[in-house]
Structure formats: C-alpha cells, structure tokens
C-alpha cells in the first residue's frame, strides 16, 4: 500500500523542478510522461521569427493545467499555467527569450500535477536553441485544395500566399480566384523581377515575367510562351513546366518538345503521378526574344527536366532519366489518365528513376552534361536539385520512384561538385520536398506531409559545412484543408506585393 507521505514527496518534487509550489488534494504519483510535438529537440529558430506554437500531447486530463518552465542560459527561469497542449509565448516573452539565449540552448519543460483521482504527468524537456542568422526574406507559395482536379472551379479555388516568418499574423492573400492554373514561379537574384507559369487564355506554355509592384496586373505584353518554340510535326507543343528564371532575369530555361505522364489517383493525399517520358532543354533570351536549344541537354534517349540555376549562372543542374514513352496507351494521343489505384501501386507499374546531371551554361551555349556523383546512379530516382547561394551545396530530393509527390521523398544534401550525399536531419516521416533556399544561404524552407495528408511549410537551419537541424513547422503558414507547397523565398518583405491579378 502507497504511504500518503510518499505520494506528497513524488508532488513536490515534481513541482520542484518545474513549477512553483501548487497546492492539491491528495495526489496520487505521476505515471505517465507528455510527448513534446514542437519543438524537436535542437531545433534552431531564426534571429528573426515571431513567436513560434509549441505543441505537445498527453493523456486526456482537463482538471488540472499544464505546467510549463522555461529554462535560460541566463537569468531566472520562466514559469506558465497553460490549459491546453499548445502554447504561444506573447510577443515581448519571446523577445525576452530571444535575447537571453545567446549560443546555449533553451529548455523548455512540460508536466502536469497530479489530483485526487487521477496521477500527474512527470516532465519532458526539449532543448531548442535561437541562431544569430535572420531569415531576412518572404515566402511566396501556392494553397490548394485536395485531391487536385483539373476544372476551372478547381483553379479559382487555388490560392497565392504572401508572408514572412517575422510577422506574427499569417500571411496575405496576394492572388486567388483565376480560372487558369499557375504553378512554377521564382524572382531575378535582386528580387526586381517575378515570373510564374499561367496557363493564359488556354495556352499551357505561357509564362510571364513582370517587375515586382504593390499591384501587379499581368498583360500580353508580360507574357512569353513556351509553346512559340520550334516544335517537329510528331511531338505535343511545349507547355513550360518546370521552367526557371536566371538569376540575372536575362534568360530563361525549360524543358522543351516534352510529352508527360500523367495520372489522376482520387487519393487526396497523393492524388497524382506526374513525370516527363521524354523531352530536352531549350533557353529563352529575353532581350531578343528568341529561343535555342541548349546543347548537351539534347539527347533523344531522355528525357530532361527540373532545371535549376548555379548563382552565377555559369552552370545549371537537371534531372535526367531514360525515356518511358511505352507508358502512354497511345503516343499519338497524350491524354491525363484516371486510376482506382494508389500512387504505391502506380510506381510499380510505372516506374522511374531521374538522375542530377550538372551542364555548364557559357552564356547559352552549353556543354557535355555529366551526372552528379551523390546524385545518380545510385538505384533511386533524384530530382529537385537546388543550389545554395554560395554555391558550395546541393539539396536534392531522392525517393525509390517518381519525381514529385512521393510518399517516401527525403531531402539530401551533397556538395556542389558532387561526392558523397547525407541525409538531412529535419526530414519529417512522411514526405519531404518542394525546398528552396533563402537568400542569404542559411535557411531552407520545405514542404512535408509529416503531420497531415495536407503538405505544410518547415523550415530549418543549414551551417557552412552543410549540417542542417531538427526542422520547425511553420504554423502560421498551414490550412485545415489546403495543402502548401511550392514555396520559394523572394528577397522582399511581404509589403512590396499586395495583388496579383490578371487585367
């Protein structure tokens, strides 16, 4: 039989260590333990972030509050009551956080005190550290519904979101309710310029490119389109996907002459496979207003796609895989499939595996593509290759099968030369892509379907040598129903663009 004088002891010590003194009736001794959900342990928050949500779970007890300490390198602790299994620090507690923590970590502790008929919850700990490093830039991503659909009531519920991880609320609305699909988009090195792939009066290849505004009301004078290029009497127009703005805004680069598979699987999780089964790479000048094919990127046995720009522009990454073009029922006749089966069950029967492939640019002329070691020819599909600002490293996304919306996606990271790659620490379970990095080369942003069937944004810290950490979700940057993805940093505040619309 459990002596009274022992269960007041195990209180007290539970209080001890985390809270200030609360008086109960009789407790009975702490059991069971929280899980801590945000943060994961030696998680980096930016110099710069608004006060993130911590989360946890335990087990469903609503009598007593939680207790929360919150442990710095300097100073006294900080001690709350909180009701529920989230918590959000106000802004001037946050700041106060910021501040102390200056190299060490940052502890943070939940419990919860037991009562008369039921046991307390002993603490957990998280270790959370702030780096010196800002953000110092906004996201720019797309909010849709699932499963995708191909319908104009579809499109216009797509959603452009504009925000930064500096602003407490979340971010604004800066375009909705087009009736055309958008996609792919990115901004000039300078943040001057924009572009984005929009399917404009029914032409799947248009693209524009538009000097940022407050407003900015898209016009045939803003608009190129892919499918202007040369394409043989046997191949589909160019539609563009995938296309890429130089750092510079001089030119453009896409793949070209494609033919893309793809079917619909009614799973809103992973509701599509999408892949090129052949295609080559072709640039656009946008000072002359004329295409070239880009040589190296020209060869009739693949297919090239997902092409991403070196900073300097002296070179371009792609993904590269054997043509599949006996996938498609009738090649005379490229059409969007539907399928009762589930994306698992798609990548046996369609299989592929893209490789990285660096090709120099010289200006447009190009070269000989050489594959990426790390990146290829390592029995799994790799894709997504993206280069840091620094140009010293390369986060690519490797799965078993497939280029995009893979369950078993993960992010890696290699050297820009290429050797050998490392698996990076923030990948969610689940699937991880969609990355992009910020500007200044110490954040990379991510989209992951570790908590939901809906991909939301993370974010995680990357040092010189490439060693990243825990990632931390981005809750103001997340929808009950809608899915983010497709995130890229623009080096501007959320201020310079309030719409974006087509006149």
């Known amino acids: 039989m459990t002596r009274p004088w022992f269960v007041l002891l195990v209180a007290a010590l539970l209080c001890a260590r985390c809270v200030p003194p609360v008086t109960h009736t009789a407790p009975l001794a702490p059991t069971d333990t929280v899980e801590i959900l945000e943060p994961l342990?030696?998680?980096?928050?930016?110099?710069?972030?608004?006060?993130?949500?911590?989360?946890?779970?335990?087990?469903?007890?609503?009598?007593?509050?939680?207790?929360?300490?919150?442990?710095?390198?300097?100073?006294?602790?900080?001690?709350?009551?909180?009701?529920?299994?989230?918590?959000?620090?106000?802004?001037?507690?946050?700041?106060?956080?910021?501040?102390?923590?200056?190299?060490?970590?940052?502890?943070?502790?939940?419990?919860?005190?037991?009562?008369?008929?039921?046991?307390?919850?002993?603490?957990?700990?998280?270790?959370?550290?702030?780096?010196?490093?800002?953000?110092?830039?906004?996201i720019l991503y797309r909010q849709l519904p699932l499963p995708?659909?191909?319908?104009?009531?579809?499109?216009?519920?797509?959603?452009?979101k504009l925000g930064a991880v500096a602003d407490g609320s979340p971010p604004k609305t800066v375009m909705t309710n087009q009736p055309v699909c958008s996609g792919c988009h990115q901004t000039s090195a300078d943040g001057r310029l924009l572009a984005m792939?929009?399917?404009?009066?029914?032409?799947?290849?248009?693209?524009?490119?538009?000097?940022?505004?407050?407003?900015?009301?898209v016009t045939e004078t803003d608009t190129m389109s892919w499918s202007d290029y040369p394409t043989p009497p046997f191949l589909p127009d160019t539609r563009g996907s995938f296309a890429k703005l130089s750092p510079t805004g001089r030119?453009?680069?896409?793949?070209?002459?494609?033919?893309?598979?793809?079917?619909?699987?009614?799973?809103?999780?992973?509701?599509?496979?999408?892949?090129?089964?052949?295609?080559?790479?072709?640039?656009?000048?946008?000072?002359?207003?004329?295409?070239?094919?880009?040589?190296?990127?020209?060869?009739?046995?693949?297919?090239?796609?997902?092409?991403?720009?070196?900073?300097d522009e002296s070179?371009?990454?792609?993904?590269?895989?054997?043509?599949?073009?006996?996938?498609?029922?009738?090649l005379g006749n490229i059409r969007t499939l539907t399928s009762a089966q589930g994306i698992q069950a798609l990548n046996q029967t369609f299989p592929v595996r893209f490789d990285i492939c660096r090709l120099p640019f010289e200006g447009g002329k190009g070269g000989t593509a050489t594959p990426l070691p790390g990146a290829s020819h390592n029995g799994m599909s790799n894709y997504f290759a993206r280069v840091s600002p620094d140009g010293n490293?390369?986060?690519?996304?490797?799965?078993?099968?497939?280029?995009?919306l893979q369950p078993d996606s993960t992010l890696y990271i290699v050297p820009a030369a290429g050797g050998t790659a490392r698996k990076l620490t923030c990948n969610r379970p689940g699937m991880n892509s969609w990355h992009a990095w910020s500007p200044n080369g110490r954040w990379l942003v991510f989209a992951s379907k570790s908590r939901t069937m809906t991909t939301e944004l993370f974010l995680t810290h990357i040092d010189e040598n490439g060693t990243d950490s825990p990632a931390i979700r981005l809750h103001r940057f997340s929808h009950p129903t809608m899915a983010a993805n497709i995130p890229e940093f623009v080096p501007f505040k959320p201020e310079a663009i309030d719409t974006i619309r087509l006149k």
């Open 41 to 138: 342990e030696g998680a980096i928050y930016p110099r710069d972030m608004a006060p993130p949500l911590f989360e946890w779970r335990g087990p469903d007890q609503n009598e007593t509050p939680w207790l929360l300490e919150i442990r710095l390198p300097k100073g006294p602790p900080l001690r709350r009551e909180v009701p529920a299994s989230t918590w959000q620090p106000d802004p001037g507690l946050w700041e106060h956080i910021k501040q102390k923590a200056t190299g060490a970590p940052v502890t943070l502790c939940i419990s919860r005190t037991g009562g008369p008929s039921h046991p307390g919850i002993a603490p957990s700990t998280r270790r959370f550290f702030i780096s010196d490093h800002a953000v110092e830039a906004s």
């Open 148 to 160: 995708y659909q191909i319908s104009q009531n579809y499109l216009r519920r797509i959603t452009w």
């Open 197 to 217: 792939e929009m399917n404009i009066k029914g032409d799947g290849g248009a693209h524009w490119v538009k000097p940022v505004a407050s407003t900015m009301e």
């Open 251 to 311: 030119f453009m680069v896409s793949p070209v002459n494609e033919i893309s598979f793809m079917v619909l699987t009614g799973d809103a999780a992973y509701s599509q496979l999408f892949f090129p089964t052949f295609g080559f790479l072709g640039i656009y000048h946008r000072q002359t207003k004329t295409f070239a094919p880009l040589k190296g990127a020209q060869d009739w046995d693949y297919a090239h796609t997902d092409p991403s720009w070196y900073p």
């Open 315 to 330: 070179a371009l990454l792609f993904a590269r895989a054997e043509t599949k073009n006996a996938y498609h029922p009738d």
């Open 393 to 404: 490293w390369v986060v690519f996304t490797q799965s078993r099968s497939g280029l995009m």
